[in-house]
């Protein structure tokens, strides 16, 4: 699936050459591709051999600059400014793609970045139709990616010129997070951040919507989610986790978190949180236990596991199981106010928290 799209600017996204012609016009159909991936989530960028403010005023008299995060242009290698894009969106270069008219440039970056998907610009209205740009249902917070990938340069800005510590600026966040059962209608967030976590992913398993569900509606399972605020805006839902009630033990079968939040405690908080929410309602287990399985870049995912306190039980061939004693005692970071909901199971209307 790919993450973000990364554009040229002369005879790709445009008919014409800048530095010869300021009079370059958008090329027909352009403006819809760029509405349409815009609106299913895939971030957008550029990488152009330009004159960096004639190019971004000529953006902006298109109407078309706002879709584009961190553009990359000026005369150096393209490749680079790729893998710096790549970089600040927090985003594995195998989930990137390039488009360009040049064949010299498409094969600079493919060498240089063996993992980069390169297009080139003839198929640029075909892109919405292929299938590594097929986002699924739309979520609300696919709607929003772009929004959200904005605060998170805002809050990122807004660090480099605080004056105190990370803990103060951190707490200078006011960050919200609430756990709870999943609800009917976030049952497609659910399944998209299994889809396309990568890195706070302890399977990198792509599941299923039926077996996505199934943690909804069985009383063996729970479907857990994190929702998130702060200060820079509503993040909706950055957090999944699944889990397999047994007799005496609690198996988290997949948990996954949006990079786009990594940095400030949320992840630890998110799954400390729902373990404690899973001995309130299960209190005779002993142990919880996870499988981890190394897939490239998901180590932060083994991370959060031993910062919670979860040590290897067994070595597999493909995974490893971590398991932690259980009762399990939790206290999120003071700059995280954690809220926590309804359990499926207490139809009474019980709450926690």
Not at 22 to 40: K, W, Y
């Amino acid at each position: 699936m790919i993450k973000c799209l990364i554009w040229d600017l002369d005879e790709t996204l445009w008919h014409g050459t800048l530095a010869d012609d300021e009079e370059v016009s958008l090329r027909p159909g352009i403006r819809d591709v760029l509405e349409q991936l815009d609106g299913r989530g895939i971030l957008q960028s550029i990488a152009s051999r330009n004159n960096h403010d004639l190019a971004m005023a000529k953006l902006e008299e298109l109407g078309i600059s706002r879709y584009f995060l961190y553009p990359q242009i000026g005369w150096g290698a393209k490749a680079e400014g790729i893998r710096r894009i790549a970089s600040e969106l927090n985003i594995g270069l195998d989930a990137v793609a390039f488009i360009d008219d040049n064949p010299f440039e498409r094969y600079e970056a493919g060498t240089y970045l063996p993992e980069l998907t390169v297009y080139d610009a003839y198929e640029a209205l075909e892109l919405t139709g292929y299938p590594e740009f097929q986002a699924g249902k739309l979520t609300r917070e696919a709607g929003r990616r772009r929004e959200m990938m904005l605060s998170r340069l805002e809050r990122t800005t807004a660090e480099q010129r605080f004056a105190g510590t990370r803990e103060d600026f951190l707490r200078s966040c006011f960050m919200e997070l609430e756990v709870r059962d999943a609800r009917e209608e976030e049952l497609d967030r659910a399944f998209e951040l299994a889809a396309r976590t990568n890195q706070f992913n302890n399977f990198a398993e792509r599941m299923s919507e039926d077996v996505v569900r199934s943690y909804l509606e069985s009383p063996a399972k729970g479907l857990y989610v994190a929702e998130l605020r702060d200060r820079f805006g509503d993040h909706g839902i950055v957090g999944a986790a699944m889990l397999d009630y047994e007799v005496e033990r609690l198996d988290i079968r997949l948990f996954c978190i949006s990079c786009r939040i990594e940095g400030r405690g949320i992840g630890t908080a998110f799954l400390g949180t729902v373990l404690k929410l899973a001995q309130q309602e299960h209190p005779a287990m002993l142990e919880a236990v996870c499988s981890y399985r190394a897939a490239g870049r998901n180590r932060p995912a083994l991370m959060l596991l031993q910062l919670l306190g979860f040590t290897r039980k067994e070595k597999r061939e493909h995974d490893s199981i971590y398991a932690l004693s259980l009762p399990f005692s939790y206290g999120a970071p003071d700059w995280i106010a954690v809220k926590t909901g309804h359990f499926k199971q207490a139809e009474e209307g019980r709450t926690l928290g």
